[in-house]
């Protein structure tokens, strides 16, 4: 079953304003009877302000109305016909200072194993510029010498699925050449 937001002050607010039971409130909030009891006394979420379920369109005073006269019954998360954020779009991604000199390594490894991805998915992929991904494909990057190919899946500069998704985009443009199964084996490496 869903639980409500915030759970604990949720059950701060139904036992401080409501008749309901200690057993349907934690029914409620996902939490055991024994810390509503616990609430109730004063000894958890001393000082804790209460979240009111109704005001935030998670219970209804009819709801609440009716578990108060019968102890038996359960109290339901109100359904929410809003609709629901949507996922904002990954950005620029921040990389920690220790990550960044896994940049050029993880580039040549897709330079190495992956010559069809543009610079452009190159930069989304690994969070990098044009300039370094042509520095390192030109060997005139400032550390050149100790550039190794490494997988970036394996460095934590993206994920297998970022990689594999930039791979089918390439696929799937028209005039691509067909991979055959050896270059497909190097993105799980």
Known sequence: MAQPL???ATAVWLVENTALTFEQIAAFCG???LEIKAIADGEVAVG???FDPI???QLTKAEIERAERTPSVRLSLQIQDLPQPVQRSKGPRYTPVTKRGDKPDAIAWLLKTHPELSDTQLSRLIGT???TIAAVRDRTHWNSQNI???NPVLSGLCTQRELEEALAHVRRQPGAAS???ATDAHAVD
């Open 6 to 8: 915030m759970p604990k």
């Open 31 to 33: 939490l055991h009877a």
């Open 48 to 50: 804790m302000v209460g």
């Open 55 to 57: 005001a935030s369109g």
């Open 129 to 131: 510029t044009k300039p």
């Open 148 to 150: 190794k190919p490494r």
């Open 179 to 181: 991979h055959d199964v």
